[in-house]
């Protein structure tokens, strides 16, 4: 038997559309319908930046600190800093220094705001224009080198595709069948719903880190320590 020997495969926002109302038993009638549709799926994607559902769109950014400067502006579309480190040096004597995250709560309570050293501190200021404040303050350039979280691309024109990989699109069309339920199908909410929190535990299930496990065994049961 052949097969297709194709995997390309892909949706775009007008046919998510589409399976969403197939599924809540309406068609596409009007331009509203399109619309209404967009701006849901628009606040989906919100809120699955707010679960850390979208961990495809990390990037790695780097930041140069200056001297006597604490308080950085991030790129807008910035939802979270997942990790930084400070660089130093270059080609084999390149070098990387963890520096650890704080609360806010944690950094009002420093008393010595003003100090400047490496920096070994950090938190993020989730504003509208996020931030990303240091302690110490850097007392010369370094490089910062970090993972951030951005935000999905908006679901603009219908023809376009969305920024969402192959394996959340079963996830993707149950969620934007169970948001249209909720404004036009209000009857079939509680089996959309049921199916969109399937999909969605799957697809959240499926886009953790993976890392092999090693069980290191104490020294002392073996009478060597």
């Not at 807008?76 to 997942?82: F, G, I, R």
């Not at 697809?203 to 496990?213: I, S």
């Amino acid at each position: 038997m052949a097969t297709s020997g194709s995997t390309d495969f892909e949706l775009d926002v007008n046919d998510y559309i589409e399976e969403a109302f197939e599924r809540c038993g309406l068609e596409v009638r009007t331009g509203y319908d399109v619309r209404t549709a967009r701006r849901s799926l628009n606040l989906m994607f919100a809120d699955w930046a707010n679960r850390g559902l979208n961990r495809w769109t990390i990037e790695q950014s780097t930041l140069t600190l200056s001297a006597s400067t604490a308080i950085y502006n991030l790129p807008t579309d910035t939802v979270d800093v997942l990790s930084a480190v400070i660089r130093t040096g270059t080609g084999t004597t390149q070098s990387d220094t963890q520096i650890t995250r704080i609360s806010r709560d944690v950094f009002i309570n420093i008393p010595s705001k003003n100090t400047e050293a490496q920096p070994s501190q950090w938190y993020v200021d989730r504003q509208i224009v996020p931030q990303i404040r240091f302690w110490p303050t850097p007392d010369q350039t370094y490089t910062l080198v970090y993972d951030r979280l951005t935000r999905i691309e908006d679901a603009d024109a219908s023809i376009n595709t969305l920024d969402v990989p192959f394996r959340f699109y079963p996830c993707l069309a149950a969620g934007l069948a169970y948001y249209i339920a909720m404004k036009k199908a209000p009857e079939r909410v509680p089996v959309l719903k049921s199916m969109y929190e399937e999909e969605f535990a799957r697809a959240a299930y499926e886009d953790v880190d993976r890392a092999n496990l090693s069980l290191v065994p104490r020294r002392d049961y073996y009478g060597f320590g």
